[in-house]
């Protein structure tokens, strides 16, 4: 199911890389070494994570740290959809 669904895969990877942690990337990173899903998914995933770095923006500026997430996720969806149909 999951190979099948690359559009589905790439927008729980943004979602998930909403979360301002860098634990949840190491799934889409082990689902592409292991073959289950494309490098668009990667590239998703990859691109909405920010790890930790996030974490300070948030604490000083809520409305700052939704925009730049914002950003991020609007790339992150442009870059593997892109990828998806490139492919």
Same mark, same amino acid.
């Given at each position: 199911?999951?190979?099948?669904?690359?559009?589905?895969?790439?927008?729980?990877?943004? =979602?998930?890389?909403? @979360? &301002?942690?860098? *634990? &949840?990337?190491?799934?889409?990173?082990?689902?592409? /070494?292991? *073959?289950?899903? &494309?490098?668009?998914? #990667?590239?998703?995933?990859?691109?909405?994570?920010?790890?930790?770095?996030?974490? &300070?923006?948030? =604490?000083?500026?809520?409305?700052?740290? /939704?925009? =730049?997430? #914002?950003?991020?996720?609007?790339? =992150?969806? @442009?870059?593997?959809?892109?990828?998806?149909?490139?492919?």
């Amino acid at each position: 199911w999951i190979g099948r669904n690359t559009a589905v895969m790439i927008l729980l990877a943004v =979602a998930i890389g909403m @979360i &301002p942690e860098s *634990g &949840p990337h190491i799934i889409f990173v082990t689902m592409y /070494a292991s *073959g289950m899903v &494309p490098l668009s998914v #990667l590239l998703a995933s990859s691109i909405s994570q920010d790890g930790h770095s996030s974490l &300070p923006l948030l =604490a000083q500026d809520k409305k700052s740290f /939704a925009l =730049a997430k #914002l950003m991020n996720c609007g790339i =992150a969806l @442009i870059v593997g959809f892109g990828t998806m149909l490139l492919s």
